[in-house]
């Protein structure tokens, strides 16, 4: 059974730089749609990007395009997403997600987790 797990998550001034990790287990993410979430207080989960696995095609939201960049290493078995010029809108829980039934356009236009495997999520916080 595939889990997920996400790391590097925490504060960081606006205009700052993180990066999230998802590591993978139990299964392999060969043709996966794979992808990062984040979900504000009161608010839907939002795809903020997503790939799929076998091409590294990639979709990311108005929002950070520019900023946010998707990838995953050879093995295929961690997800990255590199988060640069960080703004207060990115505040939120950031989730890793992976899916085989939808594609990542798709996948990333969901507003709701009934889809895939999520990890537990990391929280993200921008402030000065």
């Known amino acids: 059974q595939l889990q997920l797990m996400e790391s590097g998550g925490g504060l960081v001034q606006p205009g700052g730089s993180l990066r999230l990790s998802c590591a993978a287990s139990?299964?392999?993410?060969?043709?996966?749609?794979i992808g990062w979430f984040r979900q504000a207080p009161g608010k839907e989960p939002e795809g903020v990007s997503c790939?799929?696995?076998?091409?590294?095609?990639?979709y990311y939201t108005d929002s950070v395009k520019g900023r946010f960049t998707i990838s995953v290493n050879n093995a295929k078995n961690t997800v990255y997403l590199q988060m640069n010029d960080r703004n207060v809108g990115d505040t939120g829980v950031y989730y890793c997600?992976?899916?085989?039934?939808?594609?990542?356009?798709?996948?990333?236009?969901?507003?709701?987790?009934?889809?895939?495997?999520w990890g537990q999520g990391t929280q993200v916080t921008v402030s000065s």
């Open positions: 997600v992976a899916v085989q039934e939808l594609t990542n356009q798709v996948m990333c236009s969901r507003r709701d987790r009934r889809f895939g495997t």
């Open positions: 139990g299964y392999t993410l060969d043709y996966h749609a």
């Open positions: 790939m799929w696995s076998e091409d590294g095609s990639s």
